[in-house]
């Protein structure tokens, strides 16, 4: 649905996936990684991206860094 829509009643529906990062035991980080409008797809996105997260943090320079993405329904 197009938020140009001409029934200007209408609902319009996302999915937001947020990056929550974390050094350390401090406070976390949130970021808006991306938008979505499938939330099926956005649900395998992230899915995706959390199992990356696992794999990069052996990487040296993520040391202490803990990443994990999460996805958030948004109705406009």
Known sequence: MSIFAKNKNA?????????????????PLFYLDRVINDSEKACSVVEKLNELAEIEKENEDNKNWNNQFFTTLLTY
């Open 11 to 27: 609902h319009c529906t996302t999915n937001l996936i947020i990056k929550v990062r974390q050094y350390g035991g401090g406070s």
